[in-house]
């Protein structure tokens, strides 16, 4: 088992950047609660919206929006685990996610490649996905290996399965991935059950955890509703991970854009804990600002530094374990 090097505890060595003080912390929170009780989020999943309105949420089912008593918000923020674990499918290769225990994983979900042989700038195939879990479970500073790139030679319709079966045989490390939607979610979930044993010995040892997006701003599409009550309901972990670009799907401010993240994250949070109370839930983030030149994320930029350095102490008021873009 892996346990990493703490950052920001009060002693020499270690790196504490905050981005915001304690109060502007506590004016970012009522802000989001401000946004869910009188706003609300858009969910594009009927179950989902009853299963949010079986737990004290308000809901519009034409418009498909819930709102969020205050009350209701922070008991999901009080129920979802502080720790959890990444176990890879070797042990030593376990890891754990806590506060200010800091890791690092591979950058995520690429479509292109420069192929090392040819030098052909190409579309990525089944087989690189294979090869770039071989790479990631090589390197000793990854510690969980996320899907770095996706099969184009496949179907459409059963990729993320395709994707699943490439990368799963090929690391001894804690994967995550986005699969796609609920058929698909459950699917990979057997394939991986499969491999440990069964779904009891998943839940003892998880070695895959998931991956899914809002769209901002303040929306839970159908298939990130899935995604969210799938992995809930087989105690594994999935990471609601906001792409919030500023001044384009979210406001222009730091502080702005923070908020619209932190509504979206803790909207995916409530319904992750409706549907089982104790889920598994990673406070994510790749929000960045917009380019205003290419109309693109800015990424690798010092306003996603910023950003997610905030995001990160964001997680750390809430108690709950973060994973963020790097600068």
Known sequence: MKRNMRAGKSRNGGLDFKVFTDDEMDEIHLATLEILEKTGLFFEDEEALEILDGGGAVIDKKKFIAKFPPHMVEDAIRTAPPKILLAGRDSKNDFIMEKNRVGFTN???????NDPYTGEHRETTKADVAASALIADYLSEIDVYERAVGASDVPTQTVQLHNAEAWLPNTTKHGFMGS?????????IEMTAAIVGGKEKLKERPIIS???CPVSPLQLV?????????????????NVLSMAMA?????????????????????GLVLSQCTRKGAKFIYGSSTTAMDLRLAAAS??????ALINAAVAQMS???LLPSWVAGG
């Open 316 to 318: 750390i008021y809430y």
């Open 299 to 304: 990424v690798g930029s010092p306003e996603c």
């Open 222 to 238: 159908k298939d990130s509703c899935e995604i969210i009550m799938e992995s809930a309901r087989a105690d594994l972990a999935v």
């Open 247 to 267: 001044g384009g799907s979210s406001p222009v401010t730091l502080a702005g854009t923070l908020v619209d993240h932190n509504a979206e994250i803790l909207g």
């Open 107 to 113: 950058f995520g979900e690429g479509v292109f490649i």
């Open 210 to 212: 998931f991956i899914t």
């Open 180 to 188: 796609g939607n609920g058929y698909l979610t459950k699917k990979i």
